[in-house]
């Protein structure tokens, strides 16, 4: 595929996997609030509450994630190295300069963070301005802007609190059910006999099931976003082979991020968290198998 | 409800359709062609920035190889066409012949390494390089853009209405064959 179809592609991908993300969680509370013996309103409120936690960690997001990180800005004359590649990039994409900030830590690795590109951040670690040069280092920064410009960070925040609303719903559905209040529900006349126990099992399935179906899904969506990084990355510096690799030599380092964790870990250009790559792994991974994603850029 | 009621609104209906598409059309085509423009402004930025620092970069090697004259002639002409020139066409053409004097200039400063080992050469230099590369992006942007411009308008059915409109083609910032030639450096030396 050439770069083109590929951006397209994914861009294509991903409002399918959100569209239908939505219907199922919507589908998912409501079943739920219908079993519980709630109403519509109920799942709307829950939406409600929801967006509103949304809304407060979009602004708060990335100064607690720079925080959390450990990460330290740098001025231009600081690294001018590093803030010239950035620069560049920027001009290159139309995107008005973020901040930039670097880890300490000798891992090689990088991620971007920001609501919008007028908000936006991007950081490195020293492990990875060590070890990469300077087309390698422009392939990864390049990557990371696409995600700024492609509005990804937004994208995810928004995925994540679909993800919650559905651990959410199904938490509350196996509570209830537990402490039975199941009959609670057919005392009010709601649902005659047999149509009331089916939602009733159906119901609990879904609450079993839709909070592993919602994180794969939201798993689909991050890994489709970073195939899309890597085509508008190489796009910006016409130079696929740099970030290739880049990323060759980011997997080829065995050596953990200290301090990326689970919550982080979806953020960096690769999984900070060197795990094992097996089909199962690669269905629970935030990123891409490396090897797939140097094969799609070498083939542009 | 008589059958001309319903002809009547199937043709209103569909009269404000194409309005609506003509409209969109126009308004996107205004924010398309806004974009070409303000992106051919950012490489003028940096063509600006490299002109300023040339004169210091004659200068500078002026004071080491005073003798070579021409070469300095064909930098200051070169910069003095690019300052003058108006539209995206001629300010390219003019670039490309800038780049080329500069590539001469640099070629013939291999010959004195004191002015090569000189600090005020070696940070002209970077900057310069530096420049250079900003520019190439520029020019990436804005040539982006343009591609995306040129489509929009001929595209079907779009171009049956961008003529009139006034839309008109944009103009690639491209190189010429000047700059595609390899430039051929001498290390004779010339007579004083």
Request: proline share 3%; net charge positive; aromatic share 8%.
């Amino acid at each position: 595929m050439t770069i083109y179809n590929q951006i397209g592609a994914n861009r294509r991908g991903t409002w399918l996997l959100m569209i239908l993300f939505v219907i199922f969680v919507a589908g998912i509370v409501d079943l739920i609030a219908l079993a519980l013996g709630g109403s519509y309103i109920t799942g709307i409120v829950v939406l409600i509450v929801a967006g509103g936690f949304v809304t407060m960690s979009y602004y708060a997001a990335p100064s607690m994630v720079l925080g959390i990180s450990q990460a330290r800005e740098v001025k231009a004359d600081e690294n001018p190295d590093l803030y010239n590649i950035v620069e560049n990039l920027c001009i290159g994409s139309g995107l008005p300069m973020p901040k930039v900030y670097i880890i300490n830590d000798t891992a090689p690795n990088a991620f971007a963070t920001g609501r919008d590109p007028q908000h936006a951040t991007v950081v490195v670690t020293s492990g990875l301005l060590q070890k990469l040069d300077k087309l390698e280092l422009e392939g990864v920064i390049a990557h990371e802007l696409s995600h700024v410009k492609n509005y990804d960070i937004r994208l995810m925040a928004l995925v994540v609190v679909l993800v919650g609303l559905v651990a959410l719903a199904a938490d509350f559905m196996l509570r209830f059910t537990w402490f039975g209040s199941g009959r609670r529900a057919s005392n009010r006349g709601r649902g005659e006999g047999l149509a009331g126990a089916i939602i009733l099992i159906a119901a609990l399935v879904a609450a079993i099931l839709a909070p592993l179906a919602a994180q794969l899904i939201k798993l689909a969506i991050s890994r489709g976003r970073e195939y899309l990084a890597d085509a508008s990355g190489a796009l910006l510096t016409r130079y696929p082979e740099g970030l290739a690799r880049a990323l060759e030599k980011i997997s080829a380092d065995r050596e953990p991020l200290e301090v990326a964790n689970k919550a982080t870990a979806h953020l960096y250009i690769a999984n900070p968290l060197k795990g094992h790559e097996s089909w199962a792994n690669n269905l629970f991974s935030t990123h891409p198998p490396i090897g797939e994603r140097i094969r799609r850029l070498r083939a542009m | 409800m008589s059958a001309a009621l319903w002809v009547v609104i199937g043709i209103v209906a569909i009269v404000a359709l194409i309005a609506i598409f003509v409209w969109s059309l126009y308004n996107g085509l205004v924010t398309s062609r806004m974009q070409v423009r303000e992106s051919w402004s950012g490489i003028d930025v940096q063509l600006k920035r490299r002109s300023s620092l040339i004169p210091n970069l004659v200068e500078t090697v002026k004071g080491y190889a005073a003798h070579e004259r021409e070469v300095f002639e064909n930098v200051t002409k070169a910069r003095a066409a690019l300052m003058n020139a108006g539209d995206a066409k001629s300010a390219a053409e003019a670039n490309n012949q800038l780049t080329g004097t500069l590539k001469t200039l640099f070629a013939v400063a291999e010959n004195y390494p004191q002015l090569r080992a000189s600090d005020n050469f070696m940070q002209l230099q970077k900057e310069l390089s530096d420049i250079e590369a900003k520019i190439a992006f520029a020019r990436q942007f804005y040539n982006g853009n343009v591609m995306s411009y040129n489509t929009k308008i001929q595209v079907f059915p779009n171009v049956l209405l961008a003529r009139s409109f006034g839309f008109t083609p944009a103009d690639f910032f491209a190189a010429t064959e000047v700059e595609r030639a390899d430039v051929k450096v001498s290390f004779e030396k010339k007579s004083a």
